[in-house]
């Protein structure tokens, strides 16, 4: 099973509610950059070094988006193309967004799409259930998702209902410790 990790299962497997190892036969990981630029983005320093070591480990190579959102900080990763069969990993399992937001992309890191692009959708989507400033991290995070043919792994669940919604494959944490793994199942968000 070829998984996307949402940036809240890092947390998870950081606080040992996942065990990686009793997945290893079973899910191959994949993150973009968004995630790798969330977690460098956590207040708390020893957090932060401790969650971009867990980073670190489960990818191991940089990751590159295959969208592209100028509202992000780093635009020299991300990658202008236009078919998702065009995507290109870079080192170790890091993935382009497939699509591109002006402001919320990095260069070199996401895909510029055209009309197949569902971040729009999911983007609304997301902000009719809740607004929050890392909806367009989200939105990016799912259509790349739903467009690259991965398994949405993730804690969200507004999440990962609008990512069912529109076509892609999603599974909470906790279904999948239950269905695959040992952990400690965290708690409902």
Request: proline fraction near 4%; glycine fraction near 8%.
């Amino acid at each position: 099973m070829k998984c996307l990790f949402d940036t809240n299962v890092f947390n998870r497997i950081l606080d040992g509610n996942i065990s990686l190892e009793s997945f290893a036969d079973v899910i191959v990981l994949y993150a973009t950059p968004i995630q790798r630029d969330e977690l460098q983005n956590t207040k708390d320093q020893r957090r932060r070094e401790a969650l971009l070591n867990v980073f670190n480990q489960v990818m191991s190579g940089p990751t590159e988006t295959t969208g592209f959102a100028l509202d992000t900080p780093t635009i020299n990763e991300a990658k202008l193309s236009g078919r998702p069969d065009e995507i290109e990993l870079t080192e170790g399992r890091m993935t382009q967004t497939l699509s591109a937001v002006w402001g919320g992309s990095k260069w070199g890191e996401s895909m510029w799409s055209g009309n197949e692009s569902l971040y729009p959708v999911l983007r609304a989507e997301l902000d009719h259930k809740r607004a929050h400033p890392n909806n367009v991290q989200d939105a990016l995070i799912a259509d790349t998702a739903i467009r690259g043919g991965y398994v949405l792994v993730t804690d969200d669940t507004d999440l990962e209902q609008i990512t069912r919604k529109y076509g892609g494959q999603c599974i909470l944490v906790r279904e999948l410790i239950r269905q695959h793994g040992e952990g400690n199942e965290p708690p409902a968000t």
